[in-house]
């Protein structure tokens, strides 16, 4: 029998105001949207590169950054070995740096006069700055912690038993992960990659550092919104609120889907 | 119960606080605030830092807080938020705008500033003239437009009778004209164009300068107001008149702008 309890008066009201923390600049965007002008802003040739970019931008950034966090994931979740508190910390790093620092940091490591990249330019000619990949390395860079976080908690809170169990009746490890391990842990593959994804969906201060503001190549839709503050600020806040309304629907559609926790 | 009545309290005394300070506030509403706020082009930055050191050495117990930030973004901070006393802009659009907006009083033109070429410096890419930049394969950044470095420098390139190629060779349009000089210091492009004043002294050994002929050149010419509003109106006049008379003419020509007239 369960009776459903209603939270503390004090409670309550702080969590009102959590709400209203990120509820009234929503309304504010809202408001001061020139909707007589809504269609023709988010039909514009930029508006439209823009959101496409995004989205592939931010789609590859999920799926190269759960290329290399899970295994990440997996070996800080899993295994023991020298410096591994060092290693958690330097991954959760992105997350608090400042995102132009971030930038700075890849070029400094990327760009054709950089660590890695310098060598590579000058042996190859290969430049990835200013391109499409240098958008997706920064928004992987900032977002991929998220990941690493979601599915090491995911791993850590497995039950390993059914692993073993799996192991005792001749299943290979790979079989293992495959079957077992990896279904098991779906619900949280799905809310890490959603946040890395909405992470990367927002993604300004690295992306513009590092790769630079050009329509088609690299101008995101944060990016749109930025130049277009320069010279339109009604577009800017209509582009907002599309980046704001695409990532809702992508969060509330997927989280709903795989974390219900009814 | 007991929940909300002390919540209660609690607002009740912040709210009290709150009067008690607004009270304070214009009890002393007859002296002057010791304190301004400065609103300023973004190209001002190493040279306004100055000049505030210097008008605060100058009126002892006189703060100058700054602002720096591209100069569009400054006009809508202020015509939304109203906190600056002075503003400093690096075109006359964005000074006009406020002007017909918040409004503003005591508008002089204060210094001028040209657009120069800066290259890494091994220059890569072989940039002798305005003309190179035309090149196929020059990796060209400018300021975003609507920035005025970055509608200047278009301008500047229309000049030249080059927009089309040159155009075609950006790879970049950064935020603002510290965006640009950050990008070819690190050497990440070829070539950019930015205000003479922005390389300083620290930044000059990190890049090469390539001058643009006067003819066609784009002069930016730099408005100082006061902000109508404004809750420290003599101490904002006072500020206006120490950029535009001879100590600020001095100093802002010492970090490469040229003087008005």
Redesign the interface.
Known sequence: MTRRRSAPVALTLLAVLGVALVVLPLIGLIVRTPWSRAGEILGSETARTALRLSLIVATASALLGSLVGFPLAWALARSEFRGKALVRALVVLPLVMPPVVGGVALLSAFGRRGLVGGPVYDAFGVQITFTVWAAVLASTFVSFPLLVLALEVGLRSLDRRLEDAASTMGASRWYVLRRVTLPLLGPQIAAGLVLAWARALGEFGATITFAGNLAGHTQTLPLAVFEDLQTDPGGAIALSLLLVTVSLIVIVTLRGRFLQTS | MK??T??GLTVLMLSAAGCASSGGQSAEGGDQHREITVFAASSLTAAFTQIGKDFEAANPGVTVTFNFG?S??LA?QIESEGVADVFASASATWMDDLASSTGVSDRTDFAKNKLVIITPPDDPAGIGSIHDLARQGV?L?LA????PVGDYARQALENAGIAKAANGN??????DDA?VV??IA????DAGIVYASDVTEAVAPTVRAVAIPDDLNVIATYPIAVVDGSRSIDLAHAFVRYVSGSEGQARLQSFGFLPPA
């Open positions: 929940h909300l002390r919540l591209p569009d973004g809508g990796q950044i975003a437009e609507g920035v950006v790879v970049s349009n950064e935020q965006g950050a990008k690190s050497g990440e492009a």
